[in-house]
């Protein structure tokens, strides 16, 4: 059963779900009332507060549910479900839930048939808030991401499981990649050049990541050495924020990649100036040390600050494949012209030789 709506969410649906799923046994859902809810681009969402006929059902079912239902998309529906059923649950069993930042998952399922699909988690918003986009976040909150990614990456680091559950790309397919960041490129660059917005230093650096593969990765991308599964939208609003604790949500966008890719999208297009400046090698230090104590092996700090340094590229170029000319009334541009001033200070075009 897939639910399509908030208003499916019925006591008696519910049950059934949650038996199918050997959450609930002979026990039933007796109400599931919305505490909070909102619609997205990409679908609903919503806290349910949840009641059951027997007390003895909240030894194994949850009391509060977050609920998100996906808008009818057979890549990013399927590609979330997906998550939630293959790539977290081993991790869940190795890592303490303090130090793994992924929302416990009660049922994810999507159809094939109509593109719905639904993702039921733990409802943490008691604890946890998202970022406040008027302030920045705290160096503790800064340093428990780099470790949380850290845990993350280094489960399914050159795992021999890992293309059980991936594919890795082919050649035609990365070529691919930069023939659409190249063509989106052009329409950027037009746009821009008649606005005086894009310098000379600027175009460079933007025609050279659009158009090579930085320092080693093409050749790891296809031979699946020192990649591993990253989230791939790692803005600060995909985070949840408690007192000692960070949770990563919206998993629709995982694939395998370079870890550092996580990192340089949250840091260097997102960290205010000031803490970029003076923090980016700590946490990407502190990133580092986490991979290291988790038995991530024969990669050296230098290897890892270069990936770091190459990576702001790759996520330019991100930026500019999804660049619409609507990006300059609301700011998100910004994004793309820190990571360019951070790749200019760190010298990233020298990996792109």
């Known amino acids: 059963m897939v639910f399509a709506r908030l208003e499916d969410v019925t006591p008696e649906r519910l049950t059934l779900v949650f038996k199918e799923h050997g959450i ?27 009641h059951y006929d027997d007390v003895r059902a909240l030894k194994n079912a949850p009391r509060r549910i977050f609920i998100k239902i996906n808008k009818p998309n057979a890549e990013w529906g399927a ?33 094939p048939d109509t593109g719905y699909s639904f993702v039921i988690l733990d409802d943490i918003s008691e604890h946890f808030k998202p970022a406040r986009n008027d302030q920045p976040l705290s160096q503790f909150h800064y340093e428990k991401v780099m470790e949380g990614l850290g845990h993350l990456h280094a489960f399914w680091w050159n795992d021999e499981h890992l293309t059980h559950h991936i594919d890795l790309p082919t050649a035609d397919a990365l070529d691919s990649q930069l023939e659409a960041y190249q063509a989106s490129y052009e329409v950027f660059k037009a746009h821009m050049r008649d606005l005086g917005r894009l310098g000379l230093g600027q175009q460079q650096i933007l025609e050279t990541v659009i158009s090579k593969w930085p320092h080693n990765f093409r050749e790891r991308l296809l031979t699946g050495k020192d990649v591993t599964i990253i989230h791939r939208d790692t803005h600060p609003n995909n985070f949840m924020y408690a007192p000692r604790e960070v949770k990563i949500v919206d998993w629709q966008s995982w694939r395998l990649g370079m870890g550092t890719t996580d990192l340089a999208y949250f840091i260097a297009c997102f960290a205010p100036d000031n803490i970029r400046k003076f923090q980016e090698k700590r946490l990407v230090q502190r990133y580092y040390d986490t991979l290291l104590r988790l038995g991530v092996k024969k990669y050296t700090w230098d290897d890892c600050w270069n990936d770091y340094r190459a990576s702001i590229g790759r996520c330019i170029a991100f930026l500019l494949n999804a660049w619409t000319p609507n990006w300059l009334r609301d700011d998100r541009w910004l994004r793309g012209e820190r990571a360019i001033k951070a790749f200019e200070e760190l010298d990233g075009m020298s990996l792109y030789g």
């Open 24 to 50: 609930l046994t002979t026990q039933k859902v007796t109400m599931a009332r919305a505490l909070d809810s909102s619609v997205t681009d990409e679908g609903t969402r919503a806290s349910l507060l949840v």
């Open 79 to 111: 590609k979330e479900v997906r998550f939630y059923r293959e790539i977290a649950p081993p991790m869940f069993r190795r890592y303490r839930p303090q130090d793994f930042p992924v929302i416990p998952c009660h049922v994810a399922e999507y159809d």
